[in-house]
């Protein structure tokens, strides 16, 4: 992918590191959010006299579904979707769609994908077509820890990378849903520790560690520090140390 040169983006897989690529590019709002249907959203506003950028990250999300927020509103960032309709005026294509699969193309590159899910398959001794819900749900949870990313991203990889047809995406989402229970027992037996991760957080940015540098440099008084940590929802634990808790 060109904008992985651009942006020095060295590793393969990235998974949660997303989330630095995208605080080095804009304000990050992390927040616990109890509306299920907000994943998170990008905002362009006036911030004292200049235009920056801010990403929402709703918290309450599982930490693969935040990982796809995050590589999503990087696209926006990016302008992703500008680029491609450029290069494609005389096509009409969806902003979304288009951001998505930047999202796919950044967590999930297709060589490395590929590798991953023949090594599976091979493990499995997987000889096709027809493959057992079992598997599928097997074989899917297990990308998903690999790479940090919601079943729906990985099912629908599938289909783009050609391994289901594009017709079927939506049985084989239908499939994984029917078998939550399983999935989640592959999770505790497998020790799939990246998946389902919630982490009720609360963060601006770097906010924490600016509070921390205005109360060891005495630019703020120490009532005005404390009232700073209420409103973002920090709790400093050991001062000594410096250690946080993030959340309630």
């Known amino acids: 992918m060109k904008i992985r040169d651009e942006k020095h983006i060295v590793n393969e897989v990235i998974r949660d590191d997303v989330f630095a690529i995208l605080k080095s590019e804009c304000i990050v709002l992390f927040y616990a959010l109890e509306d299920n249907d907000v994943e998170g959203c990008h905002i362009v506003k006036p911030l004292n006299g200049e235009i920056r950028q801010f990403v929402f990250i709703n918290t309450t999300k599982a930490v693969q579904e935040q990982t796809w927020t995050a590589a999503h509103e990087l696209g926006h960032i990016w302008q992703v ?66 790479f940090c990313t919601p079943y729906k991203a990985i099912i629908r990889r599938f289909g783009e990378l050609g391994y289901i047809e594009k017709s079927a995406e939506q049985q084989y989402l239908n499939g994984f849903e029917g078998q939550l229970e399983f999935y989640r027992r592959l999770i505790k037996e497998n020790q799939y520790t990246r998946l389902e991760t919630i982490n009720r957080a609360y963060s601006i940015g770097n906010i924490e560690q600016d509070i921390n540098l205005l109360e060891e440099n005495e630019i703020y008084s120490e009532k005005k520090v404390a009232r700073l940590r209420e409103m973002f929802h920090l709790r400093r634990l050991d001062v000594e140390e410096g250690t946080y808790n993030f959340g309630e």
């Open 81 to 146: 979707d500008i680029y491609i309709k450029e290069k494609t005026a005389q096509y009409e294509l969806d902003s979304e769609s288009l951001v998505n699969r930047f999202a796919a193309e950044l967590l999930l590159p297709e060589k490395i994908f590929r590798t991953i899910l023949e090594d599976k398959l091979a493990e499995y001794e997987y000889k096709g077509p027809a493959m057992s819900r079992s598997m599928m749900v097997r074989l899917v949870t297990y990308l998903m820890n690999y």
